[in-house]
């Protein structure tokens, strides 16, 4: 079986979505590169039934090298990353916090500095119909400069990251800081980090870790 190690760690990944309600039901989907293939989730199955044999096998221009379901429908977002930026892993969810800023907000204002874990202020990326390449052209815009995560309008959210555990815990991070938002919009206006104030945490050192240079 290809990627066999990195279809185990799909499901894996997948259960750990679930159980965490950052999706429900069969919406979400996640991909790990490895080379020229990239395993990704199929179509229309609850990420946390999955098993190693249910993941279909890419290669970069779409074509399915292995596998018996269809790859998800988000397939196009997630390569058109991985020709942009440096991740091996990508996690797209529609968890509850990040949907209801997507649907409200062009980006998730910098309320507290581990926003910069993410790359900075996180951008919603405009409407277009899921699976098109209309979003992974916005998705991939929002994303530019170094960014590690993405709000989608009226949509949901998406992280990358050096392997899909760090994808997931960004995953994890974003609906926190979308949720940390929310409840705070709900008792008054939230103060915003200024760039110089988060410019001194980079000064102290946090900053996201560096992707593996290519060779």
Not at 110 to 122: D, E, K
Not at 142 to 150: D, Q, W
Not at 189 to 207: C, N, S, Y
Request: with cysteine; aromatic share 4%; charged share 20%.
């Amino acid at each position: 079986m290809l990627l066999r190690d990195e279809r185990d760690e799909l499901c894996a990944i997948g259960r750990r979505l679930a159980g965490t309600g950052l999706v429900t039901g069969a919406a979400g989907n996640i991909s790990v590169r490895s080379g020229d293939l990239v395993a990704v989730t199929p179509g229309g199955m609850m990420l946390d039934r999955m098993e190693p044999a249910d993941c279909p096998v890419v290669n970069m221009s779409a074509r399915l090298v292995e596998g018996y379901r269809a790859p998800s429908s988000e397939t196009p977002m997630h390569l058109a990353l991985y020709e942009t930026t440096p991740a091996a892993a990508i996690v797209h969810t529609h968890s509850t916090y990040g949907a209801v800023v997507a649907t409200t907000m062009s980006e998730l204002p910098p309320i507290h500095y581990n926003t910069l874990l993410l790359g900075g202020v996180v951008q919603v990326a405009e409407y277009a119909t899921y699976g098109t390449p209309e979003l992974a052209e916005n998705v991939r815009a929002a994303m530019a400069g170094g960014k590690r995560a993405a709000l989608m309008a009226n949509h949901g959210g998406v992280t990358i990251g050096r392997d899909l555990e760090e994808a997931f815990e960004n995953a994890r991070l974003l609906e926190w800081l979308c949720g940390v938002y929310v409840r705070a919009k709900a008792i008054g206006e939230p103060r915003v980090l200024t760039g110089d104030e988060l410019a001194a945490v980079v000064e102290r050192g946090l900053r996201p870790p560096e992707f593996p240079r290519v060779t």
